[in-house]
């Protein structure tokens, strides 16, 4: 299962505090992200926005609860509402993340890290083969934010994700954020990351706030986008070209108008980067 990037531009995460505002004012956004299990109930207020937001712009459904790493069998009924909320929005793209968050099927309401082995490598492809094959789509998976690590791991992070997708045609969603805040939180290179990654996987990026607590940093998505990974998302753009960009903002959340201004950033600096090499060549 392959796909080309679509160039979808900048978007910003649909979040319920601003559904009426941005129905009233149609911001300048080109597309929104909505977390899916937030629009799953067929009748009700969200589902009815979602639809109005569709006609509007293009959506990304992301989604927190395939626990894609778990073990037991997918949980069918919820893949049964994912996909007839697919069909009923045709969204542009189908996310979540690369993590694990079910145990004897409970969901424990987290997005827990893998072990990066081959065994591991060899059940989420085969589950992520299965979600592909059930949806009839491409799968996206996000790189999670981490603060504890396998000691059994026997491959990187990154090296995972391009294996996974090598065998599997799924796509990546590459948060930039979370690999700023796993690089600093277990010393690794984020530019080594950024290299590992298969360009032609890359479907979308994540940006987001983060919390320096010290002895680690928190993925928080409770505030602006700060310096460190607007310099690692010039990076990405430089390794990776020109990729749709999300602003995320969960928490904390500001009123629209910021949220958009944060987006319009990324828009710009995409911009200055991708024309950069032209005006050194001008120079
Ligand atoms: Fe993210």
Known sequence: MTSTRLDLGHGIGLRTTHFA?????RPPVDWV????ENFMAPGGRPIAVLEKVRREVPVVLHGVSLAIGSVGP????????????VERIEPALISDHLCWGTHRGQYLHDLLPLPYTEEALAHVASRVAQVQERLGRR???ENPSAYVAFKDSTLTEWEFLAELSRRTGCGILLDVNNVYVSARNFGFDP????????????????LAGH????TYLF???DHAVPAPVW????EALRRFGRVPTLVEWDDAIPPLSEVVAESRRAAAIEAEELSAPARRLAS
């Open 219 to 221: 993925d928080s998505h």
């Open 21 to 25: 505002q941005f129905l009233a004012e």
């Open 231 to 234: 310099a690692l998302y010039r």
């Open 211 to 214: 919390q320096d607590r010290g």
């Open 74 to 85: 997918l949980d069918e009924r919820y893949l049964a509402s994912l996909a007839a909320l």
């Open 191 to 206: 530019l080594e990351y950024l290299r590992g990654i298969p360009a032609e996987a890359v479907g979308y990026f994540h």
């Open 33 to 36: 992200e909505a977390v899916s």
């Open 139 to 141: 799968l996206l998976l």
